[in-house]
């Protein structure tokens, strides 16, 4: 089809210009960030710069800056592209943002190494990871889920966005728990979704360990499909337990002291706008929102993006809370994995006045 067509092409060309780099929550191949007017001036209040991603983003801030609810928590909201974790948090430590939008397993390795860092409140809740195969890989037991499935992968190429990422970890998390050989498959860096998706189309690599819109991008193409979902997967049991993690928004210490009154405000806005966003007649207005900042530059863009909405919401993604269980699940996520050998504690990654609930 031609429209398919043009989304391989695209994504083909994307292979050899995208740097093969770990990002969190999609940091996906889209147009530039814009920054469209807030809803009203706002004077004498104090400015917040907010890390914000390609594609979807940091959806609650745009939401909430868009429809006022900064200047009437008491704060101007702005908001800064940064396309990964690590050079979030490097901006936030060095000064340029005052908001990094971060999964709870980078804060954790950060604090490990001496930040005084606090996650304040929860923005993607869910394991965004997948597992997407090629079509033309047959999985004798795939329909039998996990745990059997993963016997199927050894001896193939897995895709994952950069040796030693998360997303390696997470697919070795998954053979060690399904009691296969993590060290029975080749891993091969592919970048995030766009490339990854290049790389299975070429034949580089059968499966690839990535996020949406990937698996969307599957189901338009028919050239692949999702194996596994870390956002609905019931198995292995800690992964469940980490729902109530995922990523969050992120203060360093001193600021949270000095402004107390700016880290209520970041919650306040945040669950202000998780409630927007959840409530389905609101849909076409985020989706609106959303675009404005950063649109799905592809083919079928705007499907893919409504699509990602829709998984977000079907699986409780833009819940404004920080589950204290699900942190501790996390860190031992982290630990089993071999991620982290010396664990913070809770207390030290999460702010005291974060929602839990």
């Known amino acids: ?76 909201c702005e908001l800064k592209p940064i396309p ?64 059997a499935v993963m016997q199927d992968f050894k001896g193939q190429k897995v895709g994952v966005v950069s040796r030693g990422s998360a997303t390696e970890a997470f697919f070795r998390f998954l053979m060690q728990q399904a009691g296969q050989d993590p060290d029975s498959v080749t891993y091969v860096a592919v970048g995030a979704p766009m490339t990854a998706f290049a790389a299975v189309r070429a034949g580089q690599v059968p499966v690839a360990v990535s996020w949406e819109p990937l698996g969307t991008m ?71 929102i959303s675009a404005a900042y950063s649109a799905f530059d592809i083919p079928h863009g705007d499907e893919i993006a409504k699509r990602t909405l829709d998984l977000g919401l079907e699986t409780n993604t833009f819940e404004p809370i920080v589950k204290r269980s699900a942190v501790a699940a996390t860190l031992q996520y982290l630990k089993d994995t071999g991620q982290l050998t010396k664990l913070p504690a809770v207390d030290d990654i999460v702010w005291k006045d974060a929602p839990d609930k």
């Open 84 to 147: 990964a974790a690590p050079l979030g948090l490097q901006a936030l430590i060095g000064g340029s943002i005052d908001v990094a939008q971060t999964p709870i397993e980078v804060v954790a390795a950060a604090v490990a190494r001496g930040g005084k860092l606090k996650t304040v409140v929860g923005s993607a809740v869910t394991n965004i990871f997948q597992i997407d195969a090629a079509n033309t890989l047959k999985l004798p037991h795939e329909k039998e889920g996990y745990p």
């Open 218 to 288: 599957c189901d338009l193409t028919q050239m692949c499909r999702v194996v596994f979902r870390g956002a609905t997967a019931e198995q292995p049991a800690l992964l469940t337990q980490m729902y109530g993690a995922g990523t969050g928004l992120v203060m360093t210490d001193e600021e949270i002291a000095a402004h107390p009154e700016i880290a209520h405000a970041v919650v306040k806005i945040s669950q202000q706008a998780a409630a927007f966003i959840n409530d389905r007649a609101n849909e076409a207005e985020v989706l609106k």
């Open 1 to 76: 089809m031609p429209q398919e067509t043009s989304m391989i092409r695209f994504a083909s060309a994307a292979l050899t210009r995208m740097a093969l780099a770990w990002g969190s929550v999609a940091a996906l191949a889209c147009a530039a960030l814009a920054m469209p007017a807030p809803a009203a001036a706002a004077d004498n209040l104090p400015v917040v710069r907010f890390q914000d991603y390609p594609g979807s983003g940091n959806l609650q801030i745009r939401v909430a800056r868009t429809k006022g609810w900064c200047q009437a928590a008491g704060i101007v």
